[in-house]
């Protein structure tokens, strides 16, 4: 029980670093005129415009809050505002609360990341080892200062990790359940980043180390090698990542 309740305090610390840096900063160069306005695009139109550099998820579920705003005349300014613009107030930049409020997004995401390092840690090494990696996760800077932003960086680190652990879980104990969380999460991390392409070959590689340790008694690990085998194959996927 200790150690839910410690992992709940972390990640809620987390939130609650990442909520009033969210409330504090103003929008960053391509939140508004590139993912925002992208994903409401989307969400209205039916067609991505942007490309394949940044697949549609982060920036469409940023995008939903948008569809509830009756006053759609203050959706028209997704376009770029310059430091002159502000000084001079040539064009009213985007309203700050509907900006906060899609920024909920990718802190929720921040959040089910951080609860995905604790679980694979704590499966590898032990609680102790989960709430280890879960405070460094906690406090740092670098994953609190994307995680409050309307990009797909931490969108795609949340699916291309629980991807990685999935499947992992999956090569373990080989299940249904595990198979269709493995797919599921696969499937998000394509449609998240386009890095998550690359998660094809590590699965490859992954499986070809696993079917070789296993099948091919290999003669430099001892006998009784079993769990020596067991372990290589656990730290494994992360060290290829």
């Not at 508004?32 to 549609?56: A, Q």
């Amino acid at each position: 029980m200790k150690v839910k309740y410690i992992v709940i305090t972390l990640l809620l610390f987390m939130f609650i670093q990442g909520f009033i840096s969210a409330t504090l900063k103003s929008r960053t160069i391509d939140e508004i005129d590139f993912h925002l306005k992208s994903g409401y695009e989307y969400l209205t139109e039916g067609e991505w415009k942007t490309g394949i550099n940044n697949p549609p998820l982060t920036a469409t579920l940023s995008a939903i809050p948008l569809l509830f705003v009756k006053n759609q005349s203050v959706l028209n300014n997704f376009q770029r505002v310059r430091q002159i613009d502000y000084l001079y107030e040539a064009k009213k930049p985007f309203p700050k609360t509907l900006l906060l409020i899609s920024r909920l997004i990718p802190l929720s995401f921040m959040i089910l990341l951080g609860l995905f390092v604790f679980l694979w840690a704590k499966e590898l090494y032990g609680a102790k080892a989960g709430l280890f990696a879960l405070f460094l996760y906690s406090f740092s800077p670098n994953i609190i200062s994307f995680g409050r932003l309307i990009t797909a960086d931490i969108g795609g680190a949340l699916f291309l990790f629980a991807s990685m652990y999935t499947f992992w879980k999956f090569i373990r104990n080989p299940t249904k359940l595990n198979l269709l969380f493995a797919s599921v999460m696969f499937g998000l991390a394509q449609v998240t980043k386009l890095l998550a392409i690359l998660l094809i070959p590590i699965f490859i590689f992954y499986c070809i180390v696993i079917y070789f340790l296993k099948d091919f008694k290999v003669s430099f690990f001892p006998s009784n090698n079993n769990i020596q085998i067991k372990k290589i194959i656990d730290l494994a996927l992360p060290l290829i990542i």
